[in-house]
Nanobody, 118 residues
Framework: QVQLVESGGGLVQAGGSLTLSCAAS????????MGWYRQAPGKQRELVAT???????NYADSVKGRFTISRDGAKNTMYLQMNSLKPEDTALYYC????????????WGQGTQVTVSS
């Protein structure tokens, strides 16, 4: 089992910044993919950014150039630096951890709320 705990959400004005953190513990597969997803009210959960244990990153077009995903292997923690926030970034942000080779080994955090006011 893998446990994921997100933190860092909150209320911020448009144009502001926030940094989300996701601390992972438990049976952490050495070759893995960690990512951030978000879900706004009435919408489906969508990918924000992912990072593989090998260092490859991927971003949704809507956040490219504004958000940066990073990982601290020593702390088993993933971050999402969010700059130039927009009201449309308002959502519940979820941390995800999965085994690179086994899609069934897929874990989610409880989510952290990000609200961007205009």
């Amino acid at each position: 089992q893998v446990q994921l705990v997100e933190s860092g959400g909150g209320l911020v004005q448009a144009g502001g910044s926030l940094t989300l953190s996701c601390a992972a513990s438990g049976r952490l597969f050495s070759i893995n993919v960690m990512g951030w997803y978000r879900q706004a009210p009435g919408k489906q959960r969508e990918l924000v950014a992912t990072s593989t244990s090998g260092g490859t990153t991927n971003y949704a077009d809507s956040v490219k150039g504004r958000f940066t995903i990073s990982r601290d292997g020593a702390k088993n923690t993933m971050y999402l630096q969010m700059n130039s926030l927009k009201p449309e970034d308002t959502a519940l942000y979820y941390c995800n951890f999965r085994d690179f080779y086994n899609s069934q080994a897929n874990y989610w955090g409880q989510g952290t709320q990000v609200t961007v006011s205009s």
